[in-house]
């Protein structure tokens, strides 16, 4: 029997180092009910004499061994398991990426008019959405009656019985000029980003909501070149650099003198199309030099500086620049539009 034992616990030992069986056949082999090791205890009950203690030593350790040897190859198997049975996990496969959302389009397009105007040395400044009639109006030189406070265009928070101190939503970013310039004094060159309001019916063309860009440049010797330069560089910039600009006469009660800024149409080249409603052309923006009662208004002597100042819709730029017809798109969030806009 002594033998027997022996050459099972050579055997097992073999089988550990070369792997040849998995724990469970081995233990199908040598710990079952049916394996060796019973059979051997089976033997064992018929030993007696001297030799019985010395088999039932060897017996109990071979017992031990064997258990390890067990529990060796469930250790051994469970770790190359995953890859010898065939990993699930192709760990050299390349991500799944994960589906990322793209900015929306005014993002996108705010972005790149503030670098191009970063790169003109134009830092970015903002202001309060709801303000009071003084910063929104009265300050900016609007007449007491002028017709953009009506109420048509206005969304008031609260009337106070004295008008200048009217509660409103900003219905432009030129509040943002004259907060700037009340606590800062010139060189002053920036520009103003922000959500504006009017009370307007929603339609194509007309939204309660949007956003513009203001900008304000003032220093000694700021002059009406400095202002066309500005635009002109802007207008390539945006929209190519074989842009044209051109300027129209006009009037804002914040410059003087005013005008209206128009890019060749990018579209057609000047050809004529429909978005440039075959003249060419297509308005981008308002302007001007920053009339002196405004300056005065912020305590800034018009006599040692001058200024120019524009402001432009970011809905009407991007609606150009994409040719999109309608402006409520932009706040629909449908995500059929809005993930065509990649980039610019
Ligand atoms: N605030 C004007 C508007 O909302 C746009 C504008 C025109 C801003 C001329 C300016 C400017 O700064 O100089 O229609």
Redo the contacts with the bound molecule.
């Keep these: 029997m002594l033998e027997k034992i022996k050459d099972i616990s050579i055997e097992a030992e073999k089988i550990l180092q070369e792997r040849s069986l998995n724990h469970e056949d081995f233990r199908l082999k040598f710990l079952s009910r049916k394996g060796q090791l019973n059979d051997l205890f089976d033997e064992f009950k018929q030993v007696s004499g001297e030799i019985k203690r010395q088999v039932g030593q060897n017996l109990n350790l071979l017992k031990n061994r064997l258990d390890e040897i067990h529990k060796e190859l469930q250790a051994g198997n469970s770790q190359s398991g995953s890859t010898a049975q065939g990993n699930k996990e192709d760990l050299t496969l390349p991500v799944i990426p994960n589906a990322v959302g793209t900015l929306h389009p005014l993002t996108l397009v705010r972005k790149k008019i503030v670098e191009v105007f970063a790169r003109m040395g134009f830092n970015t400044e903002e202001g309060p959405e709801i303000e009071s009639d003084w910063y929104n109006f009265s300050a900016l030189n609007f007449a007491e009656n002028h017709p953009a406070r009506e109420m048509q265009d206005t969304f008031f928070v609260e009337k106070a019985a004295v008008q200048k101190d009217d509660l409103l939503l900003r219905?432009?970013?030129?509040n943002v000029?004259i907060r700037l310039m009340e606590y800062k004094k010139p060189p002053i060159r920036s520009i103003m980003v922000g959500r504006?309001y009017r009370n307007e019916a929603i339609s194509a063309r007309a939204h309660c909501q949007f956003h513009?860009v203001?900008?304000?440049f003032v220093d000694k010797n700021v002059s009406f070149r400095d202002l066309k330069d500005t635009l002109f560089h802007f207008a390539k910039e945006m929209f190519g650099k074989n842009t044209k600009i051109r300027l129209r006469p006009s009037y804002?009660p914040?410059?003087e003198p005013?005008a209206e800024i128009d890019v060749s149409c990018f579209i057609c080249k000047g050809e004529g199309c429909n978005i440039c409603k075959h003249t060419g052309w297509v308005e981008i923006?308002?302007?001007?030099m920053?009339d002196p009662n405004v300056l005065k208004n912020c305590d800034i002597d018009p006599e040692q500086y001058t200024g120019?100042?524009?402001?432009?819709g970011i809905e009407r730029i991007t609606m150009l620049k994409y040719g999109i017809n309608d402006l409520r798109l932009f706040f629909e969030n449908d995500i059929r539009f809005l993930k065509q806009f990649k980039g610019i």
């Design positions: 219905t432009h970013t030129s000029q504006v513009q203001e900008g304000l804002f914040f410059t005013s923006a308002g302007s001007g920053v120019f100042a524009f402001g432009m």
